[in-house]
Structures are given as structure tokens and as C-alpha cells.
């Protein structure tokens, strides 16, 4: 009761506050008696991706704890696993603001971030930190300012600093709001960046003794060709996993609405059925070879069936979880285990 209404004044206050108060307060109340308001019991539904072991199926997308700063609490919440990053090397700014705009009609985001985050090196510090058992995928990008045939070398960065400290680590190439970044996911500089990692990864398992699996973020604004050479890239590398899928660039789905017209990323909602065929595409190319993590418009537990049933092994929420809050994690599983028990 308390939650619903701290979940609702926050849904009337400017976005990108109300974002910041929550973490803050959940950074704060984490592993303190504080953490009962939002800790929930739920189930056991485990499930085994890319060797990992996740106590249920459904994890915090990337980009809502892009500094690591409230790991246990969403681990308190019942979340099967979380993402953490976008992380750059360097630590940046982002995009001017306002950069986040809520069309609550359709239970949409839109944004234009840009990655701010504090670098790589404060999220090993929070890493280090954490104290529950939680899986943590850190998601990594490149830093705005360095030029696109050097973002490679930001990768690698990232990655040999968060490689002991990650249990998989996802290669985002589909932010809309860093320049140039999509057009890794073509051709020869796609084929150089997957090769690339995954030298490294091999070098850092033989090092560490630890295989730290990698997941590929695509964007949903593809058409099948272009789908269909990413597949055939990630079979081609042994990608260990492919998330599916970013924000869109589409507006047709908010057409008219305040904010629609503002330059970002569109998620939530609206992004749920080109987000799922894009899912359906993979899993036809890819079989059972390559796990793909679902996300993009889960406001329910029926709509996290379809991605499962679209082929996703594990599924993810950002939107949905800032309008429905923890009570969407708890759904989604009593909708998957109804399903996985026959009611
Ligand atoms: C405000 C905001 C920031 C985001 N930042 C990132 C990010 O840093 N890295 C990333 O890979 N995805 C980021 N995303 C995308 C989400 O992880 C997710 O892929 C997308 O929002 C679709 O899921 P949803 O419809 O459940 O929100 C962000 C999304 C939002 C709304």
C-alpha cells in the first residue's frame, strides 16, 4: 500500500527525478529492515542460460541501474537477474536534459539519454559492494567521444575491467542516442567487434579460469536481411547469447501524443510486438544454438508468455516496471509457473 503510492506520487513527478529519488532511496534502504517495503517472496522457477543458473526467468533490463547502485534491492524484489550499464570507460555526462519523457497512456518512455553513467571503474567499486547472491549482467558501450573505428578498443576496455566482477557481459551496439553506434551491428565492423571480443574472452577464461559468457543487444529497427546476417554472425563467433531487443526509433504507435515527437528511443508497451517478432525471427535462425533474452513492452505476465513463447529463454523489463513497479515481477511468474505446471 505504502509502495503503491510512493510508486504513484513518482509517477507524477518529472521522470528523471523521480528515477533518481528511487534508486537513491533504494541504494539507501537496501540490506536495512527499510528493504520490508519492497521485498517480496517469489517462488522458484529456475532456469539455466549460457551455463548460469537464474532462480526465475525474469531480470532488470540495462539502463535503469546503469552505476550499479541498487543491486541488492532489486535482488530483494525477487528479480531473477540484473542488468547494470550501460558502462563506458570513461565516466559521461549524457545528453542535455530533459532527455526522459513518460507517455502513460500507452504505458510508454521515450528517451535520449546517452549513456550517462560514472565509468567503468565506480561500477567495479559497486560490483565489489554487492552483497546478495543475485546474477549481474553488465552491460558495456563506448564512450561518445571516441570515433567509431576506435569503439572497439572501448569494449575491450570495459570488458577486461568487468570481466572477474560480471556473471555475463552484454555488447550493446543498439542505443539510438549515441551516434554511429547502430552501424556496428553491419557488416565487416560487426564481424571485427565480435571476433575482437571474443579473442578476449577466451584469453581472460584462460587467465581468470572463469568463462564469462557474452550476450549481443540488437536493436529492434531491422529488417529480416539484416536480421538474418546478425544470426549468422553470432553462430559464426559462438556468441554465448543474443538480447532482443533495444528501444525503436518507430513512432507510429504514439503518433499524435504529447512527447511523441521527441528524438530518442520509444520502449514500453508500443515496442511489445516488434520487439517479440523480432524474437520469433531469431529463434528461427538460431534454433536452440543461441539463447535469446526477450525484452521490449512486458507490462504483464501474459505479454512475458509471448516472448517465451516466441522463442526467449529469459525476458527482461524497464518500462514495465516503472509503471506497474515489483508487482510486475511477482505477476510475470505466477503467469510463467501457472503455465510451466499446467493450470
Ligand atoms: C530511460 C531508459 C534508459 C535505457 N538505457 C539503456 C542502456 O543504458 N543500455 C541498454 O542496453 N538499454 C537501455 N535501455 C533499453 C532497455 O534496456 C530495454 O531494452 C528497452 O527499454 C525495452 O524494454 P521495455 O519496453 O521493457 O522498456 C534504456 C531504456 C530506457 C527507458
Redesign the pocket.
Known amino acids: 500500500m505504502l509502495l503503491n503510492l510512493a510508486q504513484k506520487l513518482m509517477l507524477n513527478i518529472d521522470p528523471e527525478s523521480a528515477?533518481n529519488i528511487t534508486l537513491g532511496s533504494l541504494s539507501r534502504s537496501a540490506n536495512t529492515p527499510l528493504q520490508r517495503l519492497y521485498q517480496q517472496h517469489i517462488p522458484n522457477l529456475p532456469v539455466s542460460v549460457m551455463g548460469l543458473n537464474f532462480p526465475n526467468p525474469v531480470g532488470l533490463?540495462?539502463?535503469?541501474d546503469?552505476d550499479g547502485m541498487a543491486i541488492d534491492a532489486f535482488y530483494a524484489m525477487g528479480f531473477g537477474h540484473i542488468?547494470v550499464?550501460?558502462v563506458t570507460p570513461r565516466p559521461q555526462a549524457g545528453n542535455p536534459k530533459p532527455r526522459?519523457f513518460r507517455i502513460p497512456s500507452k504505458h510508454a518512455?521515450i528517451?535520449r539519454?546517452g549513456?550517462n553513467?560514472r565509468g567503468v571503474d565506480h561500477l567495479v567499486m559497486r560490483l565489489i559492494r554487492k552483497q546478495s547472491p543475485i546474477v549481474v549482467g553488465v552491460?558495456i558501450?563506448k564512450n561518445r567521444d571516441t570515433p567509431l573505428e576506435n569503439g572497439t578498443l572501448d569494449y575491450v576496455h570495459c570488458m577486461q575491467k568487468v570481466y572477474a566482477h560480471a556473471d555475463y557481459i552484454?555488447v550493446?551496439i543498439?542505443?539510438p542516442n549515441t551516434p554511429g553506434l547502430r552501424s556496428l551491428q553491419y557488416g565487416d565492423l560487426l564481424d571485427h567487434l565480435l571476433l575482437t571480443l571474443k579473442e578476449h574472452q577466451h584469453q581472460l577464461a584462460q587467465k581468470t579460469g572463469r568463462y564469462v559468457p557474452l550476450a549481443l543487444?540488437i536493436a529492434p529497427d531491422l529488417k529480416d536481411a539484416e536480421l538474418e546476417k546478425i544470426a549468422r554472425a553470432l553462430l559464426q563467433h559462438k556468441f554465448d547469447a543474443v538480447?532482443a531487443?533495444?528501444?525503436t526509433l518507430a513512432r507510429e504507435p504514439v503518433a499524435g501524443l504529447k512527447h511523441a515527437d521527441q528524438a530518442g528511443?520509444l520502449?514500453?508497451?508500443p515496442?511489445?510486438k516488434s520487439?517479440t517478432d523480432i524474437v520469433s525471427a531469431l529463434h528461427q535462425h538460431l534454433g536452440e544454438e543461441i539463447p535469446i533474452i526477450g525484452?521490449?513492452?512486458?507490462l504483464s505476465g501474459e505479454d512475458a508468455l509471448k516472448k517465451m513463447t516466441a522463442g526467449a529463454k529469459l525476458i527482461?523489463?524497464?518500462?514495465?516496471?516503472?509503471y506497474r513497479g515489483p508487482q510486475l515481477v511477482k505477476d510475470i511468474n505466477t503467469v510463467i509457473s501457472g503455465v510451466s505446471s499446467g493450470v
Open positions: 528515477h533490463a540495462a539502463g535503469l546503469k542488468e550499464g550501460t526522459l518512455i528517451n539519454m549513456f553513467n552491460n558501450g552484454t550493446n543498439s542505443s543487444k538480447i531487443t533495444n528501444t528511443g520502449s514500453g508497451a515496442l511489445l520487439a525484452v521490449g513492452g512486458i527482461q523489463i524497464y518500462s514495465g516496471f516503472i
